[in-house]
T-cell receptor, first 115, second 118 residues
Framework: AQSVTQLDSHVSVSEGTPVLLRCNYS??????LFWYVQHPNKGLQLLLK??????LVKGINGFEAEFKKSETSFHLTKPSAHMSDAAEYFC?????????????FGTGTSLTVIP | NAGVTQTPKFQVLKTGQSMTLQCAQD?????MSWYRQDPGMGLRLIHY???????DQGEVPNGYNVSRSTTEDFPLRLLSAAPSQTSVYFC?????????????????FGPGTRLLVL
């Protein structure tokens, strides 16, 4: 079975300081992992995805995530937070569990950036 | 290329009313899905389709129907609206499936439909 746990429901950082959003996954198969961002009253936008080609994945807007199989983690980081990063972030695992193309979403982490 | 479009953006229904949420994509994607987003619960899969004429249930299908007569369109029908269906609904599409050469595929999301059932 597949599942995703986002360890923090809310994260607050000061502008210019590093961001760490934590995600642990459970998957019966070699996982497909994604991070999506949702700004207020907007749809979801793909930040980055793990393709198994490299364990360190770089995404848009300076975000990156590292796939650690031994820890079953896929934490999202950014060296320096910007005000525009304030949003909801979702860690997602893709599943080969059935014939469908199924995604399992974490419950989300709300990022607040303090000026 | 409009991507994934959804209509309406916002809808208010009374309990017992029915309605259809529209979703269309112009990327020739095989796979389309409907999710609902509720506070503190992330997104949950309602129904999905792996191609025209083929649909299946997701995690929370009760109270919803879908059909896929064309590649482009994937409407979601609420048969008899209930207050528990108050939510934000997202439609998504992707080109490929998991497994084989298409193991990791990106889903593209529409802007969402906010539904309030009174």
């Amino acid at each position: 079975a597949q599942s995703v746990t986002q360890l923090d429901s809310h994260v607050s950082v000061s502008e210019g300081t590093p961001v760490l959003l934590r995600c642990n996954y459970s998957s019966s198969y070699s996982p497909s992992l994604f991070w999506y961002v949702q700004h207020p009253n907007k749809g979801l936008q793909l930040l980055l995805k793990y393709t198994s080609a490299a364990t360190l994945v770089k995404g848009i807007n300076g975000f990156e995530a590292e796939f650690k199989k031994s820890e079953t983690s896929f934490h999202l980081t950014k060296p320096s937070a910007h005000m525009s990063d304030a949003a909801e972030y979702f860690c997602v695992v893709g599943s080969l569990e059935s014939a469908g193309n199924q995604f399992y979403f974490g419950t989300g982490t709300s990022l607040t950036v303090i000026p | 290329n409009a991507g994934v479009t959804q209509t309406p953006k916002f809808q208010v229904l009374k309990t017992g009313q029915s309605m259809t949420l529209q979703c269309a994509q112009d990327m020739n994607h095989e796979y389309m899905s409907w999710y609902r987003q509720d506070p503190g619960m992330g997104l949950r899969l309602i129904h999905y389709s792996v191609g025209a004429g083929i649909t299946d249930q997701g995690e929370v299908p009760n109270g919803y129907n879908v059909s896929r007569s064309t590649t482009e369109d994937f409407p979601l029908r609420l048969l008899s609206a209930a207050p528990s269906q108050t939510s934000v609904y997202f439609c998504a599409s992707s080109y490929g499936r998991f497994g084989g050469d298409y193991y990791q595929e990106t889903q593209y999301f529409g802007p969402g439909t906010r539904l309030l059932v009174l």
